[in-house]
């Protein structure tokens, strides 16, 4: 009898967690302020300023060609080699 209440019991677990992920999660956040998106801001900067060094268009894909800009130099690799160990000075003077 123990052994088929444990067998439903685990039925019952697995049933409720399977339906628990079913369930389509809504989350409401607070509206943000209204603006210009930063294409928008781009292009009013190309059009009003210029920029010297762009010589492409105000299209979106001009936007992310100048997001991305000219390759620059090669940086450096970090070293994740771990420091070595500190040694206790008070144990080697027997302190």
């Given at each position: 009898m123990k052994s088929l209440s444990v067998y439903l019991a685990?039925?019952?677990?697995?049933?409720?967690?399977?339906?628990?992920?079913?369930?389509?999660?809504?989350?409401?956040?607070?509206?943000?302020?209204?603006?210009?998106?930063?294409?928008?801001?781009?292009?009013?900067?190309?059009?009003?300023?210029?920029?010297p060094s762009w010589e492409g268009g105000t299209d979106m894909p001009d936007f992310f060609l100048y997001l991305k800009g000219d390759p620059g130099e090669a940086g450096q690799n970090p070293d994740f080699t771990p420091p070595p160990p500190q040694r206790d000075e008070k144990k080697n003077r027997g302190g």
């Open positions: 685990g039925w019952l677990l697995c049933l409720l967690f399977c339906v628990s992920c079913a369930v389509d999660q809504h989350f409401e956040f607070p509206k943000g302020p209204e603006g210009k998106s930063a294409y928008e801001v781009w292009v009013e900067y190309i059009r009003n300023n210029g920029d």
